[in-house]
């Protein structure tokens, strides 16, 4: 995906967010429930991490090069 303005990743960086969170909580309904599908689980948390790698690389296209 490519963005063209601070704008556009700040959006898209709070679209992540809430679907992180959204994941965080279908993760700790499943885990309520007794027996859950540890795949899903396992899966669900593979999607969360990829979301936080996202948005890390997301943050370090707003934060400008320091040349030290």
Same mark, same amino acid.
């Given at each position: ?8 990743? %700040?959006?898209?960086?709070?679209? /992540? ?5 959204? =994941?965080? @909580?279908?993760? *700790? &309904? #499943? ?6 599908? %540890?795949?899903?689980?396992?899966? /669900? ?5 990829? =979301?936080? @790698?996202?948005? *890390? &690389? #997301? ?10």
């Amino acid at each position: 995906m490519d963005f063209q303005t601070e704008e556009q990743i %700040q959006h898209r960086m709070e679209e /992540l967010r809430l679907e992180h969170r959204d =994941l965080d @909580d279908v993760i *700790a &309904r #499943l885990l309520e429930e007794a027996p859950f599908d %540890q795949l899903q689980v396992q899966r /669900l948390k593979k999607r969360k991490l990829l =979301l936080k @790698d996202e948005m *890390a &690389r #997301l943050e370090a296209m707003l934060i400008p090069d320091i040349i030290a």
